[in-house]
């Protein structure tokens, strides 16, 4: 085998591209297969592939390419993953994983079966009203969509029949089908990167997500509770990753209750938006263990450098050119880390980059790193 090794990623966003960052700073190449032409991460690299898993000839390029092929996101056909296996490369995740994982309902039954602590779900067959479900799930639920859903384009707030209605009519246009949940009235949202090795687990801080309009907005680490807490996040946390024989890395959501319970939202298979404070907070970045993770490298460590930070997503303020227009602002804190994903055109709401301050005082990096947030404009 050649030394310098090949990472393929399947996608081309900016999970990809800070992973690409990592497998550079190491010394190993990257392959990227996005459906587009200059992607976030295909701008980074020559070995880039423009086309889709279901176009064999791309595929095959790709994989031939690639030494170890990961993904940025999950959403992606499990027979195509067990056929770049048999052309002989290995998939981190497993299909099988990767599988358990995409359909949420099989994802929350997986957990369900394995004694981690969930909402109340159920499956929704278009059959039953409003009156069937609540009576199971209470008069408020979530209508969630099983697959291809994220930054809570695939779920429907239900208050009573006539939103009950909207949501359903929101929701059939994105073909998938539907499971419901019951609605979770949360002190706090929490989220837990873990990554693991045959040889390795290991944690990150476990932080706070705050999301507007169901879209994750701003990350605090460490979240502000108890050690108690944390450890039990931490347990529920890495049972859910055994539970679907996970190696890699992995995003983990959850709810912390009024009456301080603590229940799994969802899992995801890759690098997630939660952990982008680590690139620079911890000694190892979520992005350097996960390529260490495919390659079956020692991991390395967690840890946070100084004892607060702040992540703040950059998300679209208007449709237009993904350029940032103001860098002489954005870049006005002397310790700001500032994050610019490099996609061509900006959407309202859309994530085009991320800034990160770190420091001993949580409240103040939090109004400095806000501050910032309000003077960029896209
Ligand atoms: N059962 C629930 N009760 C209360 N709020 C919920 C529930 N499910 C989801 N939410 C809210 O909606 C947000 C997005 O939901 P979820 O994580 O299921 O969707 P998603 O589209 O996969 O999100 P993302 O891609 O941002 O992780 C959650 O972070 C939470 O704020
Ligand atoms: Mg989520």
Not at 170 to 192: H, Q
Not at 222 to 245: F, G, H, R
Not at 248 to 255: H, K, L
Not at 280 to 286: D, G, H, L, N, R
Request: hydrophobic share 40%; aromatic share 8%; net charge positive.
């Amino acid at each position: 085998m050649k030394d310098k090794k090949c990472i393929g990623i399947l996608g081309g966003g900016q999970l990809a591209r800070m992973s690409a960052y990592q497998a550079f700073k190491l010394g190993f190449e990257v392959a990227i297969l996005e459906k587009e032409g200059n992607s976030p991460a295909g701008q980074l690299t020559k070995n880039e592939f423009i086309g889709w898993v279901n176009n064999k000839n791309i595929l095959e390029m790709f994989t031939n390419k690639s030494d170890v092929v990961t993904l940025e996101n999950e959403f992606i056909d499990s027979t195509k993953l067990h056929y770049i296996e048999t052309l002989g490369k290995k998939v981190i995740p497993s299909p099988k994983t990767i599988s358990l994982i995409q359909d949420k309902y099989v994802q929350k039954k997986t957990l369900e079966r394995n004694g981690i602590p969930i909402p109340k779900f159920v499956s929704y067959d278009y059959e039953d009203s409003y009156n069937d479900v609540s009576l199971i799930l209470g008069k408020k639920f979530v209508l969630k969509s099983r697959k291809m859903g994220y930054d809570g384009y695939g779920n429907a707030l239900v208050r009573n029949a006539d939103s009950f209605q909207k949501g359903l009519e929101k929701l059939v246009s994105r073909n998938s089908s539907l499971y419901a949940e019951e609605f979770i009235d949360f002190k706090m949202e929490l989220a837990i990167m873990i990554v693991r090795t045959k040889k390795e687990i290991k944690t990150y801080p476990i932080v706070q997500t705050i999301q507007q309009d169901h879209i994750c907005k701003t990350v605090i680490a460490p979240a502000p509770i108890s050690n108690k807490l944390v450890k039990l996040s931490e347990e529920i946390a890495v049972s859910a990753v055994e539970s679907v024989k996970g190696f890699g890395i992995f995003g983990i959501e959850m709810f912390l209750t009024q009456d301080e319970r603590v229940l799994l939202n969802e899992m995801a298979p890759r690098p997630h938006n939660s952990g982008h404070f680590t690139i620079e907070a911890c000694i190892t970045s979520q992005f350097e263990n996960h390529i260490r993770a495919v390659l079956d490298l020692p991991l390395g460590s967690t840890a946070m450098l100084r004892p607060h930070a702040v992540m703040i997503n950059l998300l679209g303020k208007r449709n237009g050119e993904g350029t940032i227009q103001n860098y002489n602002k954005a870049l006005i804190d002397g310790e700001v880390h500032l994050h610019i994903y490099g996609k061509e055109k900006s959407r309202i709401g859309r994530k085009m980059g991320h800034l990160t301050l770190l420091g001993d005082n949580v409240n103040s990096i939090l109004a400095r790193a806000a501050q910032i947030e309000k003077q960029i404009i896209f």
